[in-house]
């Protein structure tokens, strides 16, 4: 007969054992601080390279080099030999014919190594990518998840060098003097593409999965859906711009609010075909570049005072700055028209684009994962 249990008698000696706060997050982080360390580098090398990039162009230096060797390339000319073998082959193409015909071999050298050392720069992005990207697959350190999306910025790093030589290729050829605008436009658009996913992978790494699920229940609909709007506008603007560099449209006309004294710059569709005058025509791009400006400046001031009535603080705040950007880019367009698009001035407009367009990104994420804060409004 079974013996009688008494009332409060345990049913069993072995409990379960009790889940941890944050487990979630010990089996599925990973190295997620080192990583993001190794992000931000490519990061400061993906910022770096557009730079170089930029003076690479102002000091039409890009087609100095006429030919693609991946590997073989690295390796710049050892000896005078070298040295005259890459200025004959220069001496081939139109620029050099046309344009560069008084350059003697000191003068070739001083463009030559503008482009070595933005591709050198290109290859050190990628190995850096991929050392970091196998180590850490190696040592099991990838959060679950991430390896996908730490592969596509290895992939789009290596189509950005088969887009950079698309772009190079389309100026060794024929009756052009300098790359194609539209591909420069691509070349640069995907740089934008890259830094803007290594900036938010980054963001993602800095919070702890627990925090990100929670925040995203408090997500801000409508500010994330106006800084998606925002940010791809701004990408237009960057677009924009790299066709104005790619024809040196920034020196066609210096005066401003005016162009040429009118609204309209003087014959704004003077070529044939019609659609050739929105890549080439000089005073068109500029046009477009402008009038995409103040576009983009009306859309940032209405941004800014719907953010203002946002209910967490901290993505005000981001998009207070994310505006206060995009305003002295403006200014610093405007200066960048009246003094010729001198290279400084050009150079310092170009990475302040980077910084808008990372702000403006840094917005979005705050209304996508809004930081805790207290019901006074503090974090």
């Known amino acids: 007969m079974a013996e009688k249990r008494k009332l409060f008698e345990e049913v069993a000696t072995d409990q379960r054992p009790q889940i941890e706060t944050g487990a979630i997050d ?19 090398l993906v910022v770096l390279m557009i730079a170089v990039g930029g003076l690479t162009r102002l000091t039409d230096s890009g087609l100095s080099i006429t030919e693609w060797k991946p590997l073989t390339g690295a ?4 000896s005078d030999a070298d040295w005259q073998e890459e200025f004959a082959k220069y001496q081939q193409i139109p620029e050099f014919q046309v344009q560069n ?18 591709r050198q720069l290109g290859r050190v992005i990628g190995l850096v990518w991929a050392l970091g990207f196998v180590g850490f697959i190696v040592a099991r350190k990838v959060p679950q998840g991430w390896s996908r999306r ?12 088969a887009i950079g030589w698309w772009m190079v290729s ?11 605008s539209y591909r420069l436009a691509v070349h640069l658009g995907l740089a934008f593409v890259i830094l803007g996913f290594l900036a938010w992978y980054m963001m993602l790494l800095g919070r702890e999965e627990r925090d990100l699920m929670q925040a995203r229940r408090s997500k801000d609909a409508k500010l994330f859906s106006l800084a998606t709007g925002w940010l791809h ?6 677009l924009l711009g790299a066709l104005v560099a ?8 210096t005066d401003w609010p005016t162009m040429g004294g009118g609204f309209l710059p003087p014959d704004p569709f003077m070529l044939t075909p019609l659609w050739h005058n929105f890549f080439e025509n000089p005073g068109l791009v500029q046009f477009m570049h402008r009038m995409s400006g103040y576009l ?9 005072v719907k953010s203002r009535r946002a209910a967490n603080r901290t993505t005000a705040g981001a998009f207070m700055v994310a505006f206060i950007a995009l305003a002295g880019q403006v200014v610093l367009g405007v200066y960048t028209v009246i003094s010729a698009a001198q290279t400084h001035v050009a150079l310092t407009h170009q990475l302040l684009a980077v910084a808008t367009f990372v702000l403006i990104l840094r917005a979005r994420f705050h209304a996508a994962y809004p930081v805790p804060q207290s019901i006074r409004g503090t974090r």
């Open 170 to 180: 389309s100026g060794l050829e024929g009756t052009m003097l300098d790359v194609a």
């Open 246 to 253: 790619g024809i040196d449209a920034g020196r066609s006309y």
């Open 296 to 304: 983009l400046f009306a859309f940032g001031i209405m941004i800014f």
């Open 233 to 238: 506008f701004t990408m237009l603007q960057v």
């Open 75 to 78: 390796l710049p000319p050892m």
């Open 150 to 161: 730490l592969l596509l910025v290895g992939a789009l790093g290596g189509l950005q060098g």
């Open 101 to 118: 015909a008084w350059m003697e071999l000191a003068d070739f050298k001083s463009i030559y190594w503008w482009e070595w050392g933005h």
């Open 26 to 44: 010990r089996t599925r982080r990973g190295a997620r601080g080192a990583i993001r360390i190794w992000l931000g580098i490519l990061f400061v």
